[in-house]
């Protein structure tokens, strides 16, 4: 495809229930980060990936969220037991390399917990 | 820790009237500091980094480590640059993926 892509658009849930959130980066590149940004902020980091492994899952902001790359393309963020406190938009994005190379974003995935 | 700050969250001016928009960032190193735009309906995307030195779309900015200030300028503001500014920091040495976002700053460039 053309940009990095994250499916769904919009996804609303219920507390205490599992959500995937899904992201297609842009062919060919090996770095693949997750932000999520809360109503009124700025993006806040939440993993990087490059290639299948997680080189930094710093930005994690507990053992409820979990992210995979299982084949180096295609990563999935994960929340178990999620809470209303999780509301936002989650923001993927991918750049060739980790080096000095510019990050594309995708258009976001909105969760909702109701 | 790092951070991110851009003291305004609203910004307007006339079109054709200069345009400043504020970033100060806190970091014990060297970092890279970053502009990126997000216009209406549109995904996130890069402005312009402070190690390219090149002016995008009229815009410059120039890192002043004295000040710890990464201000974005355009001598003459276009209704098109109406949009939702962030500033944003990472390490230096070309590990651009942890970037640290302040909250932004709206821009509304009015006719």
């Known amino acids: 495809g053309a940009g990095v892509s994250q499916t769904p658009s919009n996804k609303v849930t219920e507390k205490g229930k599992y959500v995937e959130l899904r992201c297609d980066p842009i062919s060919g590149h090996t770095a693949l980060y997750w932000y999520r940004q809360s109503l009124g902020q700025g993006p806040e980091f939440l993993i990087y990936f490059q290639g299948t492994g997680a080189a930094d899952d710093s930005g994690l902001p507990n053992d409820r969220f979990f992210a995979v790359r299982p084949e180096g393309s295609v990563s999935t963020l994960k929340i178990q037991r999620t809470e209303r406190g999780d509301s936002a938009v989650y923001l993927c994005?991918?750049?060739?390399?980790?080096?000095?190379?510019?990050?594309?974003f995708g258009q976001g995935t909105r969760l909702t917990v109701v | 820790a790092q951070r991110v700050t851009q003291p305004e969250k609203l910004l307007s001016v006339f079109k054709g009237a200069p345009v400043e928009l504020k970033c100060n960032y806190s970091?014990?190193?060297?970092?890279?500091l970053f502009w990126y735009v997000q216009y209406s309906r549109q995904r996130l995307q890069l402005l312009l980094r402070h190690i390219s030195r090149e002016s995008i779309k009229g815009f410059t900015a120039d890192l002043n480590k004295g000040e710890t200030s990464f201000h974005l300028k355009k001598p003459f503001a276009q209704e098109e640059d109406s949009a939702m500014y962030y500033c944003a920091l990472s390490r230096s040495g070309g590990s651009n993926y942890k970037l640290t976002f302040g909250k932004g700053t709206l821009l509304t460039v009015n006719p």
């Open positions: 970091y014990s190193g060297s970092p890279e």
């Open positions: 994005a991918s750049s060739l390399n980790k080096e000095n190379t510019e990050a594309f």
